[in-house]
């Protein structure tokens, strides 16, 4: 097949937002659309043209892949389950004042600190549109810190043994649950190009 300088620019800005694989498979479609139309027209400019418009445009096509990601899915499920468990801990440190201020300052300060990057992280990979990448390395930041946090939280609680109570019972269950979402999705954001 014969590509084409056009052709060539289009793939190479999908290689900049793409997997390698997919941009594979997009290269071999747009390729042969590119040919079909050299039959058809015989003016390599204009098949080129006809190709890509066909095809799509890059902001399009990347959308789209960012759109149907893995990554950003579990984005969103962690972003959903985040106020849940959220008003569960809460509710809880509320209620059961005592183990709450057992909890040095500087902890509670970093914990929310890690708690406000993973929410960063989580909402840059629910929002980006346009490259691929970024929705994947930032859901697997998120991924991870929500894990780390929520184990930290079991950890604490553990530790301090608080008076057993409902309240608990559903933040507990709630971090184990985000956990378990967030230890599922991170193998398929590690090994996703």
């Not at 890690?114 to 691929?132: C, D, I, K, N, P």
């Not at 301090?160 to 991170?186: K, N």
């Amino acid at each position: 097949m014969a590509g084409h300088e056009l052709i060539e620019r289009h793939l190479q800005t999908l290689a900049e937002r793409l997997p390698g694989p997919v941009v594979d498979e997009l290269a071999d479609g747009l390729l042969a659309s590119y040919d079909d139309q050299m039959e058809r027209l015989g003016d390599p400019d204009a098949a080129a043209r006809a190709a890509l418009v066909d095809f799509g445009d890059a902001d399009t096509v990347t959308a789209a892949f960012v759109r149907a990601s893995p990554a950003r899915h579990a984005a969103f499920t962690l972003l959903v389950a985040g106020p849940i468990v959220g008003l569960g801990w809460g509710a809880t440190l509320l209620t059961a004042n005592g183990w709450a201020s057992a909890i040095p300052l500087a902890s509670r300060l970093a914990f929310g600190l890690l708690l406000g990057s993973a929410v960063l992280m989580l909402v840059t990979a629910a929002r980006e549109q346009r490259h691929y990448r970024t929705v994947r390395l930032a859901a697997l930041g998120g991924a991870g810190t929500v894990a780390v946090l929520d184990t930290v939280m079991l950890g604490t609680v553990v530790t301090l043994a608080p008076p057993p109570s409902l309240l608990l019972l559903v933040a507990l269950t709630g971090s184990v649950a985000r956990i378990m979402l967030a230890v599922r999705a991170i193998p398929a954001l590690i090994t996703r190009s």
